[in-house]
C-alpha cells in the first residue's frame, strides 16, 4: 500500500527527520489505486500496483481493495464508494455502475445512498418511483399507513390538516356538512340554531319533535329545550311553533307576541290532530261552525245516521264546507235546489209537494163544503119543503146543537188549542232545545197548531222568498174572515129572493151578523200561530263568526238563509210591521170593538140578535167579565209572540217572564172565576197550571243545556259534568220526562176533580134545563120585562 521513488543509495531518504519518524514515507498509495503487491515495479511509483478494481473502493494506503457498500457502487478506480443517486437504492455489494442501482418504488423513499427503500411514514406518500424523499399528505388528507403511493381525502366530520395521519373531528358544536376534505378546523361550522353537534358531526343533529334550540353552536341533546305541554314543535324547531293532539294554534294576530304559540283545548265534538290550525280543526259528523275563526260548534239535526252536516275540515264559505251536497247556509238547513225544502223531521232536504195542485185541492173542498151547507140551508128554507119534514130536521139539529151545548165543547176545545199553541212556542220563541221524544209525541197533535201552510205546502216551499210567504201567511187567515163575512150576506140575500120577489135590507144585516161568530172563531185559530210568524221577523239566531274578537252574525230562525240587519232582513221586517196590526194588535181591538157595543146587553142578560151574533166571545163567560176573551187573548199572544221581541242574548229572561205571564194569569182567573160552568173554570185553572209546570220544566232544560254549552275558561271543566253537579241530572231528557209526567198527573187530577165536581153539582137542588142539564141562561128579549117560572105536578094537577 505504499511506494517509494527508488532503491538507490542517491536517492536514499533518512526514515527519521527532525524531532522523529516520517511515519508517511514510504509513501501510500493515494485513494483510488491499490498496493497489493511486492514487486518492485508496483512500489516505486504512485500508480502502486494500479486502479482500484471495479466493485471495490480502495482508500489511501490501501493494500486490500474494499467491498463496494449497498446503496453504492465502485466504478475502477473508486476512492471511496459512490452513493446512488437520491430515488434509487441498492440492497447488494459490489456495484461497479450507476446503472446497477434499482429505481425506489412507490410509496417508499430512497435518498443517497439507500440501500433499500424506506417506506413512507404515516402522513405521507410517494406517488411515483424514484422518490428521494415522500410528500406530505396536503390539508384536506391524510394517511394513517407506511408505503402509501396516496392520500385519503378527509372524511366527513373531521378536518386534516398538512400530514395528517388521521382526520382530527370538528369540536362539539360545529359541523363540517355533508362536505369531505375539510383542511382546517377553521373550516367546521357553527352547529345551527335547532340542531345539536357531538364531536366530529358530519350533518348537524335535529332537535327531536317536542324540543326546540334556539343557541348556536349547541354540542348535545341537552341544549335542546323541552317544549311546554301543551305546545311542540317538528324536528329541528327553533320554537314551539305547534300544538299536540286535542289543542289547536290561536291565530298568531289574538295573543301574546312575547309567546311565539298560545295552544288551547279543541272545542267539544271535534277532532285536533297534531299541528293543528283554528282553521283546520275537524268537526265530527252532525255538527257545523260558522267560520274558521269560530270555536263553537253547533249541533245539526240528526235522524239516525242522516243528518245534513257531514263535518271534515273544510269550513267552505260561510259553513258550507261541512254540509252535505245539496245544503248550505246555518246547520246546512237551507237547501240549494228551489224545489226541495229542508223537512226537520227527515234531517234532509226533500222534494216539495205539487203545493198549486194542494192548494186547488183545499179550496176545492172549502168551495164543496159551503156549497153543500147553502144547498142544505136553501132546501131547509125553501116553502116547498113541508113544515112537518122541517120540524123533524129542526129537532134532530137542535138535539145535536144540545147534546154539543151539554158538554161545553167550545170552551173546552179553546183552552185546548190556547195550551198547545202556548206549549208549541218553546223551541222557537224560547230557544229551548227540546228531546226528540218529546218532538216526537208533541207532532201528534200538530192539527192543534192550525199552521194552513202544512196542509197546502211547506212555507220554504211558496215562491217569492220568506217576505213573500210570510205576506202570504199572514193574508189567507184574514181573507177567509173576508169571504165569511162577506159570504153569509150573501146566502142570506139569496134565500131572501127565493122567498120573495122584494129584497130589503134585512137579510144583509141579518147576513152580516151570523158571519161574526165564525170570523171571531177564524180569528181566534189563527191569531197565536200568524202572530208567531210575524214576530218571528226578530227572531234570529245567533251564530258565533270569529271567538277571538267575539263576534256573531245572525240569520233567521225561520228563514235561516236571510241573515239578520240585511236589506233583505228589512224587507221582511217591514211585511211582519203591516202584519202586526193586522193580528196580533188588531185582532184584540177587533175582539173589543165586537163585545163594546154589546156590553150592557150582555151584563143585563139580554139576548138580542148582536148578542147572539157575537156569542163565541163571551157566551162561556159570566155577564160581568163579559170582556175575558180579549184578556185571554192578550195573554196568548204574550206568551207566543210579544216576548219575541226581548233580544235573543236574553232569552232566558224570556222564557222567565213567560212563566210570570202565565201564573200572573192563571192566579187573576183563579180569582174572578170568569166562566160560568164551573167545570171550566177548573180546567182553564188545571191546564194553566200545567202550561206554568211546562215553563217551570222549560226553564230547567235551558239551564242545563246553557250549562253544557258554557264555553268555560278551563280546558278541565266539563259542561255536562258541572250540570250534573248542579242540577243533579245526567241529561236534559231527564227534565222533559219528569215535566211530562208530572203534567200528566196533574192534568189526570184535574179531570178527575172537575168530573167529581160535575157529578155533585148535578145533585144540588137548583132548576136545570132538561135538555142540556145546565141552569138556564136567563136572557131577556128586547120586549120583555120578567122571567116567569111555572112549575106543574101532574098528578094532582096543581102550577
Keep these: 500500500g505504499r511506494w517509494i521513488e527508488s532503491f538507490g543509495r542517491v536517492t536514499a531518504r533518512p526514515l527519521s527527520v527532525e524531532g522523529g519518524v516520517d511515519f508517511d514515507y514510504p509513501y501510500p498509495c493515494s485513494p483510488g489505486v491499490i498496493g497489493s503487491s511486492y514487486l518492485v515495479r508496483e512500489q516505486s511509483t504512485p500508480a502502486c500496483s494500479g486502479s482500484c478494481p471495479a466493485g471495490f473502493w480502495c482508500g489511501e494506503a490501501t493494500s486490500v481493495a474494499n467491498n463496494c457498500t449497498p446503496g453504492n457502487y465502485c466504478p475502477s478506480g473508486s476512492a471511496a464508494p459512490v452513493p446512488c443517486n437520491a430515488g434509487r437504492f441498492s440492497p447488494f455489494t459490489d456495484l461497479t455502475s450507476e446503472d446497477q442501482c434499482q429505481d425506489c418504488p412507490a410509496g417508499s423513499f430512497c435518498p443517497t445512498g439507500a440501500p433499500r427503500p424506506t417506506p413512507c411514514s404515516a402522513g405521507s406518500f410517494a406517488d411515483s418511483p424514484n422518490a428521494a424523499e415522500c410528500l406530505a399528505c396536503p390539508a384536506g388528507t391524510f394517511q394513517n399507513e407506511q408505503g402509501s403511493v396516496n392520500c385519503t381525502t378527509c372524511p366527513a366530520g373531521s378536518y386534516c390538516e398538512e400530514g395528517s395521519t388521521s382526520g382530527t373531528p370538528c369540536p362539539p358544536g360545529t359541523f363540517s356538512g355533508d362536505i369531505d376534505g375539510l383542511q382546517s378546523i377553521n373550516d367546521c361550522k357553527a352547529c345551527p340554531r335547532g340542531f345539536y353537534c357531538a364531536r366530529g358531526t358530519a350533518v348537524p343533529l335535529a332537535c327531536p319533535a317536542g324540543r326546540f334550540g334556539t343557541a348556536l353552536n349547541s354540542s348535545s341533546l341537552d341544549f335542546c329545550v323541552v317544549c311546554d305541554s301543551p305546545r311542540t314543535s317538528i324536528d329541528a324547531a327553533t320554537e314551539c311553533t305547534r300544538c299536540i293532539a286535542d289543542y289547536f294554534a290561536v291565530p298568531s294576530q289574538y295573543f301574546n307576541d312575547s309567546e311565539p304559540l298560545e295552544c288551547r283545548q279543541c272545542p267539544a265534538q271535534t277532532n285536533c290532530p297534531l299541528n293543528t290550525r283554528v282553521s283546520n280543526i275537524t268537526l265530527r259528523k252532525g255538527r257545523w261552525r260558522l267560520s274558521n275563526y269560530s270555536l263553537d260548534v253547533y249541533d245539526c239535526e240528526e235522524k239516525g245516521d242522516i243528518t245534513p252536516c257531514k263535518g271534515g275540515s273544510d269550513v267552505g264559505t260561510d259553513g258550507d264546507g261541512y254540509c252535505v251536497e245539496g245544503h248550505e247556509g246555518p246547520l246546512c238547513e237551507v237547501c240549494v235546489a228551489s224545489d226541495k225544502w229542508f223537512d226537520q223531521r227527515e234531517a234532509k232536504c226533500v222534494n216539495c209537494p205539487k203545493y198549486k195542485r194542494n192548494a186547488a185541492i183545499f179550496s176545492a173542498c172549502i168551495f164543496i163544503a159551503l156549497v153543500a151547507f147553502m144547498v142544505c140551508y136553501i132546501l131547509f128554507t125553501r116553502n116547498s119543503l113541508s113544515t112537518r119534514r122541517k120540524t123533524k130536521i129542526e129537532v134532530y139539529i137542535q138535539r145535536a146543537y144540545f147534546r154539543i151545548t151539554r158538554l161545553n165543547f167550545v170552551p173546552k176545545v179553546k183552552l185546548l188549542i190556547a195550551f198547545y199553541q202556548s206549549v208549541r212556542t ?374
Design 426 to 799: 218553546l223551541p222557537d220563541v224560547y230557544d229551548v232545545t227540546v228531546p226528540d221524544t218529546y218532538e216526537n209525541l208533541s207532532n201528534w197533535f200538530d192539527w192543534l197548531d192550525l199552521d194552513w201552510t202544512q196542509v197546502i205546502a211547506p212555507g220554504a216551499c211558496l215562491e217569492g222568498g220568506y217576505a213573500a210567504r210570510l205576506l202570504i201567511r199572514g193574508l189567507a187567515p184574514f181573507a177567509a174572515m173576508v169571504v165569511v163575512f162577506l159570504l153569509y150576506p150573501s146566502i142570506s140575500l139569496l134565500i131572501a129572493k127565493l122567498k120573495s120577489e122584494i129584497v130589503d135590507p134585512t137579510p144583509v144585516q141579518t147576513g152580516f151578523r151570523q158571519s161574526l161568530n165564525l170570523v171571531a172563531f177564524i180569528a181566534f185559530c189563527f191569531v197565536v200561530s200568524v202572530s208567531t210568524s210575524v214576530f218571528s221577523a226578530w227572531s234570529c239566531v245567533a251564530y258565533t263568526d270569529n271567538s277571538f274578537e267575539d263576534t256573531t252574525r245572525s240569520f233567521l230562525r225561520e228563514a235561516p238563509d236571510i241573515e239578520c240587519g240585511t236589506s233583505d232582513h228589512d224587507r221582511v221586517k217591514a211585511v211582519s210591521y203591516f202584519l202586526m196590526v193586522l193580528w196580533p194588535i188588531g185582532m184584540p181591538l177587533f175582539f173589543i170593538a165586537l163585545l163594546v157595543p154589546v156590553s150592557k146587553d150582555i151584563k143585563h142578560g139580554k139576548a138580542t140578535p148582536s148578542v147572539r151574533a157575537v156569542a163565541f166571545l163571551h157566551r162561556e163567560y159570566v155577564g160581568a167579565l163579559y170582556f175575558w176573551e180579549p184578556i185571554f187573548l192578550v195573554q196568548r199572544l204574550l206568551i207566543g209572540g210579544f216576548l219575541l221581541l226581548i233580544p235573543n242574548d236574553y232569552s232566558f229572561i224570556r222564557i222567565t217572564v213567560a212563566l210570570l205571564v202565565c201564573i200572573f194569569y192563571m192566579v187573576f182567573a183563579m180569582l174572578l172565576k170568569p166562566y160560568k160552568v164551573p167545570e171550566i173554570d177548573l180546567m182553564s185553572t188545571g191546564s194553566h197550571f200545567a202550561l206554568v209546570c211546562v215553563f217551570i220544566g222549560a226553564i230547567a232544560t235551558k239551564y242545563y243545556e246553557d250549562l253544557v254549552n258554557y264555553n268555560y275558561r278551563s280546558p278541565l271543566e266539563d259542561g255536562e259534568d258541572v250540570a250534573q253537579d248542579i242540577t243533579g241530572f245526567s241529561s236534559s231528557d231527564q227534565i222533559v220526562a219528569l215535566m211530562l209526567v208530572f203534567n200528566f198527573m196533574v192534568l189526570l187530577v184535574f179531570a178527575c176533580v172537575t168530573l167529581y165536581q160535575s157529578v155533585t153539582a148535578r145533585s144540588l137542588p137548583n132548576v136545570r134545563l132538561a135538555t142540556n142539564k145546565q141552569l138556564p141562561e136567563l136572557a131577556l128579549r128586547d120586549s120583555c120585562v120578567w122571567h116567569l117560572f111555572l112549575s106543574h105536578i101532574w098528578s094532582s094537577g096543581q102550577d
